[in-house]
């Protein structure tokens, strides 16, 4: 049935439609206002009855719960709300907003503090189970592999270290003036570092050779007499130094203790190794320098090459192995 056209505009509906609808309406709307508060009571008196009660009761006893939570499972509810939150960025706002409470931190620092807690980190910690845990973790290859090479990366930063140290010095210790950094020549702190290291390993060579030597001797009754036991270990000691450095310098040219200080011995003149024979002869012109008080490397601060008592004699210098030293 078409409106009246008195009521109906060229727009819609007339203000006298408008009116005879909110007329209709608003019997309803104050039948509303006058039940809200009579409603509400009754949905009230409704949820508290026993009944009511009984009938939530029976169905959490049931399997509802369980097909509910198997449902939420299925249809991936709980991943649509949080990637929906997180997208959003209400999940971030909420994480940021719990985490900065203070109240979060009284929780947390109750829970740490308690009792209860200390004694479930005390066995946890003595149980079998943390120990052998931590015995495959400390002792996997991938520890021992990080330790070693945190070990390697030190050491080597000490003997870079000592070495620059030792350089700056060799530029300093010399009576003809400072030579230039570039100068290929080892000086006295870097050779005699280089001397010590040296010493020490042959001293335990040393130390080596003569508790076997006592071994054997309280095996077999001892050496008699005891001058000869004195003197084999005295000659003992000097064939190892004589060993040690001949060999070295006549195979690779330095030293465990010169390697160290990244130094070299080389022919002055020609070739890039020492023979045997000039090896020799140099090992006993050391012997000869350390002496009289290690008066044999004095002429090294003088000589324009750093040369000492044993490079004269075996037509030796010592250079770095990198200039830049």
Not at 60 to 86: F, I, M, Y
Not at 267 to 286: F, M, N, S, Y
Request: aromatic share 6%; proline share 7%; glycine share 10%.
């Amino acid at each position: 049935m078409e409106p009246p056209e008195d009521e109906v505009g060229p727009n819609g509906p007339s203000p006298v439609a408008d009116a005879i609808g909110g007329a209709t309406v608003f019997p309803a709307r104050v039948a509303a206002r006058v039940l809200r508060g009579p409603l509400e009571t009754a949905v009230e008196d409704l949820v508290s009855a026993p009944e009511v009660g009984r009938i939530l009761d029976r169905a959490l006893s049931g399997p509802l719960p369980e097909e509910l939570a198997l449902s939420l499972a299925r249809h991936h509810v709980l991943e649509r709300v949080v990637r929906k939150l997180a997208v959003d960025g209400e999940l971030e706002r909420l994480l940021d907003a719990a985490l900065a409470s203070p109240r979060t931190h009284e929780l947390l620092r109750q829970a740490l503090s308690s009792p209860q807690t200390h004694e479930l980190l005390d066995e946890a910690l003595a149980s079998d189970a943390t120990r052998h845990v931590l015995e495959r973790a400390i002792g996997g290859p991938e520890v021992r592999a990080a330790v070693a090479r945190q070990s390697v990366g030190f050491a080597g930063q000490v003997a870079d270290g000592l070495r620059r140290a030792a350089a700056g010095a060799d530029r300093r210790l010399t009576l003809r003036g400072p030579l230039s950094p570039a100068a290929p020549f080892a000086g006295i702190a870097s050779r005699g570092i280089a001397l010590f290291v040296d010493s020490l390993a042959v001293v335990g060579a040393t130390v080596a050779v003569g508790a076997g030597a006592a071994l054997v001797g309280a095996i077999v009754g001892g050496i008699r007499p005891e001058w000869l036991a004195g003197f084999l270990l005295s000659f003992a000691g000097v064939a190892i130094a004589v060993g040690y450095f001949s060999l070295f310098w006549a195979t690779v040219g330095q030293t465990p203790g010169m390697r160290l200080m990244h130094v070299r011995v080389l022919p002055q003149r020609d070739g890039r190794h020492l023979t045997l024979w000039r090896a020799v002869v140099r090992t006993i012109g050391l012997g000869l320098a350390v002496i009289p008080c290690f008066l044999g490397f004095v002429p090294a601060l003088f000589d324009s090459r750093r040369r000492a008592l044993p490079d004269y004699l075996a037509d030796t210098v010592v250079v770095y192995d990198d200039v830049d030293g």
